[in-house]
């Protein structure tokens, strides 16, 4: 599943290897490591949301 990490901190905050600006960042399935999760679900000012994929509409 692609992967939405929030920042609520008012400035950049780096974890993982990763700078994360203020608000959401989104990643693609599987270009996260469970090496870098674990460090950003250990940074306060971060949350990590596993999103569903979205379909992609099929054209007639």
Known sequence: MPITVTNSHAKSVRSAGIDFKPGKTDFPENQL?????????AAPTLSVKQVEAVPAKESK
């Open 33 to 41: 490591t469970q090496s870098q999760l674990a460090q950003i679900n």
